[in-house]
């Protein structure tokens, strides 16, 4: 493929097509990273740090423009882009506290003086999904930067255009030249090769289970380090002593976000036997209510999905057939649209249950106890995120900790805030991003040991 061709998702239409970047070319970017990330490493804490400021800033007066990209690109309803994009703004900023802040320590030993450092890795490769291309990118790029690495992002093939502009803002607010680059490409040419490339000496990815255990493998070959964040297929568990008015009209929220391209999304509700007849009464308004269409309305709370590709395997999963609860409204087409739908299989073993759709599709199980509920709820290959509906605190904390996954919310659907860890359980991934240890992540800890004793 020598040219990516961009579709906007909610009429079809060609936004442009741009170079699809080749082998040859992904090492010649990696060879500008190994250079400006010398230069940038040398560079004084607080330089670091005004830098990254002033990335924040550019990114702060570009918010509109950038949401504006992604509603073109990935059809993402302009409230939520405004709200990516200040998010990238917000991460920028908290990060560029950090290099003052990669705080090593001193360690009691005999003899002498022990000290730890905190230095950077080198080169990072960041390689993105589609669903939310800019904040995804921005947890990784942001603290990689600020504990001193260059950083070489490969966003996915569909929607590379914010990370695209993201970069070009890194160059206008003064970044160096190289430091940070993006190169829009196919994962088996541009996400191969900075896998494979020595001079790479991680790979922070987030996308698919199946894309991430390849990469891991791989990564192997030159012991290189990985933060794999992957697939969900999250819990949304109601007790019966919960607010159920509340849990039902928030459930909708919880899983057709992002039109249920969403991680995190709650895509299993489990529902107490006793409470299960009046939750799904509350739920059908609740989703029928959730408003389709035009991304560029800021009414709008969904848009459609990001492809005909991806529209047809979410489709897959719901056959003439399929046990359909209720549904929601979906606007007729042109665009990749599907509406809001709510399916009741007969097992917790259905493909439905089981597998990640990333749509907006969600199953409700009844469960007996508490018990069953967290047999359930870790039933899954996954383990990413989860909410507890339950007015009984110490149950909510009970079930938290008895759930394995690693984003859990008691009586709300919240799994990213930036100033705290994020990251999966099992298949949902290795490692954790965001929060004050991200930096960290990016660092290699040296420890230095200096006599203090005559010998
Ligand atoms: P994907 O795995 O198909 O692609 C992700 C990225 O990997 C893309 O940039 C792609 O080009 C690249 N890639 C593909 N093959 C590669 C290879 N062989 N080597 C290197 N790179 C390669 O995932 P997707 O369809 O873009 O995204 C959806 C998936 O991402 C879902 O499973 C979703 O749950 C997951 N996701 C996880 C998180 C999280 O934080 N845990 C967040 C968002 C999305």
Redesign the pocket.
């Given at each position: 493929m020598t040219e990516l061709t961009l579709i906007n998702p909610s009429d079809e239409t060609v936004i442009s097509t741009i170079p699809a970047t080749t082998v040859e070319e992904t090492d010649a970017a990696v060879a500008r990273a190994v250079v400006a990330q010398r230069a940038w490493a040398r560079l004084a804490p607080l330089d670091r740090a005004k830098a990254m400021r002033r990335f924040a800033d550019a990114v702060d007066g570009a918010v509109e423009e950038l949401a504006a990209l992604e509603v073109r690109n990935s059809g993402h309803p302009i409230g939520n882009a405004r709200w990516e994009a200040g998010h990238v703004r917000d991460v920028l900023e908290y990060y560029s506290a950090a290099p003052e802040r990669l705080f090593g320590r001193q360690i009691p030993v005999a003899g002498g003086l022990d000290v730890t450092f905190h230095e950077p890795i080198g080169v990072v490769g960041v390689?993105?999904?589609?669903?939310?291309p800019m904040t995804?990118a921005s947890w990784g790029f942001a603290p990689a930067l600020a504990a001193g690495n260059a950083v070489v992002l490969?966003?996915?093939?569909w929607t590379p255009l914010t990370s695209l502009r993201l970069a070009e803002l890194a160059l206008e607010s003064g970044l160096p030249e190289g430091l940070f680059q993006v190169l829009p490409g196919?994962?088996?040419v541009?996400?191969?090769r900075?896998?494979e490339h020595p001079d790479v000496r991680k790979i922070a990815?987030?996308?698919?289970?199946?894309?991430?255990t390849?990469?891991m493998a791989?990564a192997a070959a030159n012991v290189k380090q990985v933060t794999l964040?992957?697939?969900?297929k999250s819990a949304n568990v109601v007790f019966a002593d919960s607010d159920l008015e509340k849990a039902a009209a928030t459930a909708p929220y919880g899983v057709f976000d992002n039109s249920g391209?969403?991680?995190?999304a709650r895509t299993r509700i489990l529902v107490q036997r006793s409470v299960y007849e009046r939750f799904m009464g509350l739920l059908e308004p609740a989703v029928q209510g959730v408003r389709v269409g035009d991304p560029n309305d800021a009414a709008t709370e969904m848009g459609p999905l990001v492809s005909r590709a991806h529209h047809n395997k979410v489709a897959s999963y719901v056959p003439d057939d399929a046990p359909v609860a209720f549904r929601g409204a979906a606007p007729d087409g042109p665009g990749f649209w599907f509406p809001p739908t709510v399916l009741t299989p007969s097992s917790p073993a259905d493909r439905t249950v089981t597998d990640?759709i990333?749509g907006p599709v969600v199953v409700v199980l009844p469960f007996e106890d508490e018990a069953e509920a967290i047999e359930l709820a870790n039933s899954s290959r996954f383990g990413?995120s989860g909410s507890i509906w339950t007015r009984d605190l110490s149950r909510g904390i009970r079930v938290s900790r008895a759930i394995e996954s690693g984003n859990l919310s008691v009586n709300s659907h919240s799994s990213v805030r930036y100033t705290t860890p994020?990251?999966?359980y099992k298949h949902?991934?290795v490692g954790r991003?965001l929060g004050p240890d991200a930096p960290f992540a990016f660092t290699e800890t040296k420890n230095v040991f200096i006599a203090t004793e005559e010998s």
């Open positions: 390689i993105t999904p589609w669903n939310f995804i490969k966003p996915a093939e196919e994962g088996r541009v996400g191969d900075l896998v990815f987030t996308g698919s289970t199946a894309t991430g390849a990469i791989k964040e992957l697939g969900g391209q969403d991680c995190c990640e990333f990413l994020f990251g999966g949902s991934g991003e």
